[in-house]
């Protein structure tokens, strides 16, 4: 089965930094792009970013509202993908998302990780 | 880059048709066939219901469709049933690199 899940979510107060983890199965990590996606509570979706595949050298690309404090990781040889935050602020509470993505397609998503930005 | 937009709900009877909007620009809708829409259910995850505007993945029932006319993105889905009350969200490329959704749409079944 095709899956991805997410962990390393909790309670951060404004400046710090959190590392969130998304392991994968089911799937060659290598072969894909991965994106992270945040939904704000009770708001709707938003693009984070995203790394491409191997074939692609692993590029990252990122929403304006992220860039320069997010990073997008990727480690093949675990199946695992990590979204680096530094510098968070309140307004980056959210339920994170990794999610499988193909011709800007996301499929299948995780069941999401909470970070909550507050002091 | 500004969210698509979509009307905050949309509603219809068992059996019924209910059809969502998705309005963009020339810069994304207009631009890409790289639409896709998401179902969420209360707490859950999204789930792709269709993407790059009409394709439909295995194992979402026929009763969903998509197109699209000019800037403009619609879900339908045919023979309401239950379990398809949740919100639904558009998104699209927008070009250089970047991706946006819609303000999404509570799907009410009476």
């Known amino acids: 089965e095709v899956q991805v899940v997410e962990s390393g979510g909790g309670l951060v107060q404004p400046g710090g930094s959190l590392r969130l983890s998304c392991a994968a199965s089911?799937?060659?990590?290598?072969?894909?792009?991965m994106d992270w996606v945040r939904q704000a509570p009770g708001k709707g979706l938003e693009w984070v970013g995203r790394t491409k595949n191997k074939a692609n050298s692993y590029a990252a690309e990122y929403a304006a509202s992220v860039k320069g404090r997010f990073t997008i990781s990727r480690d093949d040889s675990k199946n695992s993908l990590y979204l680096e935050m530094n510098s968070l602020k309140t307004e980056d509470t959210a339920v994170y998302y990794c999610?499988?993505?193909?011709?800007?397609?996301?499929?299948?998503w995780g069941q999401g990780t909470l970070v909550t930005v507050s002091s | 880059q500004s969210a698509l937009t979509q009307p905050p709900s949309a509603s219809g009877s068992p059996g019924q048709s209910v059809t969502i909007s998705c309005t963009g620009t020339s810069s994304d809708v207009g631009g890409y066939n790289y639409v896709s829409w998401y179902q969420q259910h209360p707490g859950k995850a999204p789930k792709l219901m269709i993407s790059e505007v009409s394709k439909r993945p295995s194992g979402v029932p026929d009763r969903f469709s998509g197109s699209k006319s000019g800037n403009t993105a619609s879900l339908t889905v045919s023979g309401l049933q239950a379990e398809d009350e949740a919100d639904y969200y558009c998104?699209?490329?927008?070009?250089?690199?970047?991706?946006?959704f819609g303000t999404g749409t509570k799907v009410t079944v009476l």
């Open positions: 998104s699209s490329y927008a070009g250089n690199n970047n991706y946006v």
């Open positions: 089911g799937f060659t990590l290598s072969d894909h792009f």
């Open positions: 999610a499988r993505s193909s011709n800007w397609r996301f499929d299948p």
